[in-house]
């Protein structure tokens, strides 16, 4: 089973940057599929980034695109998520999630039987 530990959370001002990171440890040779969650208090997780660990595809949803950017640094077994332009609307706990495989849509959250323990987010405006 792959462990994830999430990091580089904090508070920040509107329009500022902040940069995730998702270390993963256990057999991450295994693991194909990671992708960055959130979610608020009161409202539903939902996927912000996606990336194939194998071929460097990635997913941004309209949501956060043009702001949020996934990357990867296999030597470390490390995943980013960039974002910039933070709006108090960001504010969230951003998770870091892995699977081996995934069927249908890349971002949804039934998909992803692993998970890290999640970072916060603040953003105030």
């Known amino acids: 089973q792959v462990q994830l530990v999430e990091s580089g959370g904090g508070s920040v001002q509107a329009g500022g940057s902040l940069r995730l990171s998702c270390v993963a440890s256990?057999?991450?040779?295994?693991?194909?599929?990671m992708a960055w969650f959130r979610q608020a208090p009161g409202k539903e997780r939902e996927g912000v980034a996606y990336?194939?660990?194998?071929?460097?595809?990635?997913y941004i949803p309209d949501s956060v695109k043009g702001r949020f950017t996934i990357s990867q640094d296999n030597a470390k077994n490390t995943v980013y998520l960039q974002m910039n332009g933070l709006k108090p609307e960001d504010t969230a706990m951003y998770y870091c999630?892995?699977?081996?495989?995934?069927?249908?849509?890349?971002?949804?959250?039934?998909?992803?039987?692993?998970w890290g323990q999640g970072t916060q987010v603040t953003v105030s405006s």
């Open positions: 999630a892995a699977a081996s495989t995934v069927q249908g849509w890349v971002l949804r959250r039934a998909a992803y039987p692993n």
């Open positions: 256990g057999y991450p040779y295994s693991t194909i599929h």
């Open positions: 990336i194939n660990i194998n071929g460097g595809g990635t």
